[in-house]
C-alpha cells in the first residue's frame, strides 16, 4: 500500500502522535477529564523519568523481555521446522495446512488457565502462552514460503545434480525467505501481545503484572507510564522489524 | 499458490477421490491427537492437572450444562461477543467507506489507523476495566476495539482495488453514487470485507475472552479461577472446551456467510 509508507504517511502519523499529546495535555489542564482515568502529561513523564532512574523499572523490563526472548525462540524454532516437514509432500500440506490455519483462528487465549495450571505464576506459563501463539504464524508463512517454490526450479537444480544441501541453501530457502520473513515478524508481535496480556492476567511480577497492579492500587500515574513504554516501544521495534522486512523482500 | 498447482491434473486414487482422501487423512489427525490426550490422560498424567477427554466430556454435563450459573456466564460472553462483533462491523464499514471514498481522506486517515492497530491493545486492558467497570460494556469495547480495525482496514483496501474502468463505465452509463456503491463497489468490494470480517472475529472473540479472564469477580474469569483451585481440572477443561467450540462456530458462520454472499462469482465461472 503505497499510502502507508513513506514521507507523507510517517508526517501524518506524527502530527497525530502530536495532537493526542496536544489534546491529553489539554483537558487535563482544564479538569474536563478526572486525573483518575487520565493524569496529567508531565505528572506521566516524571513518573517514567522516575522508574527508570531509580533502577526500579529495569527487573521488570528484564523479566518480561526475557520471557518475550524465550517465548518467540521456541515458536520460530517450532514454527520453522512444523513448516518445513509440512511441505515435504503436496499432501501433508493439503492435510496440515487448513488444520493449522482453523486452530489459530481459536482465541488461544482459552488455553492461558490451563498453562497457569500446568506451569504455575512464573514466567513458564506466559512462555508456553507466547510460544504456543507465536508458533501459528510462523508455521504458516513457512508452509506458504516453501509451497510456492517454483517445481521447475526443483527439478532444474536436481538434475544439475545438487545436492540435498544445496537445494535447501540455494533454492528452497532464497525463494521461500520474503513469505517466511513476515511470519517472523508477525510471530514476534505475538509473542509480545502475549506475554504482556498473560502477566496481566496472572504473574508474579514483569510489565503486565506492573499494569495491573498500578491500576488495582489506583495509580494511575504509573499505570499510564508503563503503558506509554510499551506502546513506545513496540511502535519503534515494529519500524525497526518492518524496515528488515522489506530489505529482505527487496532482494 | 504457483501457476503449476493450479493446473495440476486432478489425481484420483482409487475409490476415494484426491479430495476425500484429504479429509479423511486430516479427521484421522484430529482423532489420533484425541486419542494420545486420552491414554495420556487417563494413564500417564497427573490426575489434579490433567484430565482425559472422557473425563471431560463427564464433566461438561456435571460442571457445566448442568449449572444455570455457569451456562448464564457462558451466555453473556456470547452475547457480548456478537454485540462487539456487530459494532467493529458497522463502525469498521462505515469508517471504512468513508476514508476510502477519495484519495485524500486515504491519504490523512490510513496512516493514522495502521498506527493504532500496530499497538498491542492488551497493555490497555486494565485501564478499559478501570473506565468501563467490570460488567460488560468493558468487554463489549474491549472486543470492539479489537475487531474495528481490520474492518476499516479491508474496507479501504477493497475500494482500492476496485476497477477504475467499471467505475467510469458505471458513470458514463449515468449511474449514481449510490448505484455505484450498491451495484460496483460493494459486489467488489465482498471477497476483502470478508477476509476483515474473518479477522474481526478472531481478534473480538479474543478482546472479549481478555476482558473476561481478567475481571476474576464475575462471569468466565470467575469460574475458570473457581475450576483451576480444585483439584480436579476437568471441569475447567470443560468450560475451556465449551467456549473453545463457540469460537469455531462463530468462526464458521462469518465463512457460511461469505460463502453466500459470494456465489455470483462461482457460479459466474
Known amino acids: ?251 | 499458490m504457483s501457476a503449476e498447482q493450479a493446473a495440476a491434473p486432478r489425481r484420483h486414487g482409487g475409490l476415494l477421490g484426491h479430495d476425500a482422501l484429504v479429509r479423511l487423512t486430516r479427521a484421522g489427525v484430529v482423532l489420533l491427537l484425541f486419542a494420545i490426550w486420552q491414554v495420556y490422560g487417563a494413564f500417564f498424567a497427573d490426575k489434579d492437572f490433567v484430565s482425559p477427554p472422557s473425563a471431560v466430556a463427564v464433566a461438561l454435563f456435571t460442571h457445566i450444562f448442568s449449572d444455570g450459573a455457569v451456562m448464564r456466564a457462558v451466555g453473556l460472553t456470547l452475547v457480548e461477543v456478537a454485540l462487539a462483533f456487530t459494532a467493529s462491523m458497522i463502525v469498521g464499514v462505515g469508517l471504512g467507506v468513508l476514508i476510502g471514498w477519495n484519495t485524500g481522506a486515504r491519504r490523512m486517515a490510513l496512516p493514522v489507523v495502521l498506527l493504532l492497530y500496530a499497538i498491542p491493545q492488551v497493555v490497555m486492558l486494565p485501564l478499559v476495566i478501570l473506565a468501563f467497570g467490570i460488567g460488560p460494556v468493558a468487554k463489549i469495547f474491549f472486543g470492539f476495539s479489537h475487531g474495528v480495525f481490520p474492518v476499516i482496514i479491508n474496507v479501504v483496501a477493497g475500494m482500492r482495488n476496485v476497477n477504475p474502468l467499471l467505475l467510469a463505465g458505471a458513470r458514463s452509463m449515468g449511474a449514481s453514487r449510490l448505484e455505484i456503491a450498491r451495484h460496483v463497489m460493494f459486489p467488489h468490494m465482498v471477497p476483502s470485507l470478508f477476509a476483515g470480517l474473518r479477522l474481526a472475529m478472531t481478534v473480538t472473540l479474543i478482546g472479549v475472552i481478555l476482558a473476561e479472564l481478567y475481571v476474576s469477580m464475575a462471569g468466565i474469569g470467575y469460574y475458570t479461577q473457581v475450576f483451576a483451585q480444585t483439584f480436579d481440572p476437568a471441569p475447567l477443561f470443560a468450560l475451556i472446551a465449551v467456549l473453545a467450540a463457540i469460537a469455531i462456530v462463530l468462526n464458521e458462520l462469518v465463512r457460511l456467510a461469505e460463502r453466500r454472499v459470494t456465489r455470483w462469482r462461482r457460479v459466474g465461472m
Not at chain 1, 489534546?23 to 516524571?46: C, D, E, Q, S, Y
Not at chain 1, 523479566?63 to 509440512?86: H, K, P, R, S, W
Open chain 1, 1 to 251: 500500500m503505497g499510502a502507508t509508507s513513506g514521507f507523507a504517511a510517517r508526517s501524518v502519523q506524527i502530527a497525530f502522535v502530536a495532537i493526542v499529546i496536544g489534546v491529553w495535555w489539554g483537558v487535563t489542564k482544564t479538569h474536563a477529564v478526572m486525573p483518575l482515568f487520565l493524569p496529567p502529561v508531565g505528572l506521566v513523564a516524571r513518573t517514567i523519568d522516575q522508574l527508570f532512574s531509580t533502577g526500579e523499572a529495569w527487573a521488570a523490563v528484564r523479566l518480561t523481555l526475557l520471557t518475550i526472548v524465550e517465548a518467540y525462540a521456541l515458536a520460530v524454532v517450532a514454527g520453522l521446522l512444523a513448516g518445513y516437514f509440512v511441505t515435504r509432500s503436496r499432501f501433508l500440506t493439503e492435510v496440515f495446512e487448513p488444520l493449522i490455519a482453523n486452530l489459530f483462528t481459536i482465541p488461544i487465549i482459552l488455553f492461558f488457565p490451563l498453562f497457569v495450571l500446568f506451569f504455575g505464576i512464573g514466567p513458564g506459563s506466559k512462555i508456553a502462552y507466547g510460544a504456543l501463539y507465536g508458533f501459528f504464524p510462523v508455521a504458516l508463512n513457512t508452509i506458504a514460503g516453501f509451497s510456492r517454490v517454483e517445481r521447475r526450479f526443483l527439478w532444474a537444480a536436481r538434475s544439475m545434480g545438487a545436492s540435498p544441501f544445496g537445494l535447501f541453501r540455494h533454492v528452497l530457502v532464497p525463494s521461500a525467505l520474503p513469505v517466511i520473513v513476515t511470519g517472523l515478524r508477525i510471530s514476534f508481535l505475538i509473542c509480545l501481545a502475549s506475554v504482556l496480556g498473560g502477566e496481566e492476567l496472572s504473574a508474579a511480577a514483569g510489565i503486565g503484572k506492573n499494569i495491573e497492579l498500578a491500576a488495582e492500587l489506583m495509580d494511575p500515574a504509573r499505570m499510564y507510564s508503563w503503558i506509554v513504554f510499551v506502546v513506545l516501544t513496540t511502535t519503534v521495534l515494529n519500524l525497526v522489524l518492518s524496515q528488515i522486512e522489506g530489505r529482505v523482500r527487496e532482494r
